[in-house]
């Protein structure tokens, strides 16, 4: 393993842990706000939701990058950067890094599933409309956020024992009468 290799693992981990503090952070103020916390006991759960964010995600990162390098070099041989790796690769160490990051942080597991949904959603819906199957309008877009919303309220009402207590306490708020 050289250097580059090494460095780019450890700066996806980096940057993972960077995505998921900042997808946690307003997550966790609603959690705050919604659980009526106050002065230290706001800044201790903020803080410690933020850190599990980081944790997830950087973990999902570190181990995919890792997964994924060591498939390189054992189905194929190593070859240089910047040659693509194949489609099995990358999803053996999708899959590999959500069974590491699903013992560890379940939740974490399922708001990275969430957001990859909205990101094929929505792929789906920029190539439809690059083929001109469809045309570009608002209304593709709104079906989009109908979509994503809905996968979200779905995995909501039918698993939310692992989604986090600020994400739950946000949404039994927003779903309150």
């Not at 933020?50 to 999902?60: E, H, P």
Request: net charge positive.
């Amino acid at each position: 393993m050289d250097v580059q290799e090494v460095a780019s693992i450890l700066k996806g981990a980096r940057n993972g842990a960077v995505v998921g503090a900042a997808v946690r952070l307003p997550l966790s103020l609603m959690g705050a706000k919604a659980q009526n916390l106050h002065g230290q006991a706001m800044l201790q759960y903020v803080a410690r939701q933020v850190f599990n964010g980081a944790k997830g995600v950087g973990l999902f990162v570190f181990v995919y990058k890792l997964t994924r390098y060591l498939l390189r070099v054992v189905r194929q041989g190593y070859y240089p950067k910047g040659r693509k790796a194949d489609g099995l690769n990358a999803f053996l160490a999708g899959g590999a890094a959500s069974l590491v990051t699903l013992q560890f942080d379940p939740s974490t597991t399922a708001e990275i599933l969430l957001y990859l949904l909205k990101l094929i959603i929505e792929a789906g819906a920029k190539h439809a409309v690059e083929a001109k199957v469809v045309p570009a309008s608002a209304r593709l877009f709104a079906l989009l956020n109908f979509l994503a919303l809905g996968a979200f309220f779905l995995y909501y009402e039918t698993h939310n024992q692992f989604i986090k207590a600020s994400l739950a306490g946000a949404t039994k708020r927003l779903l309150a009468d």
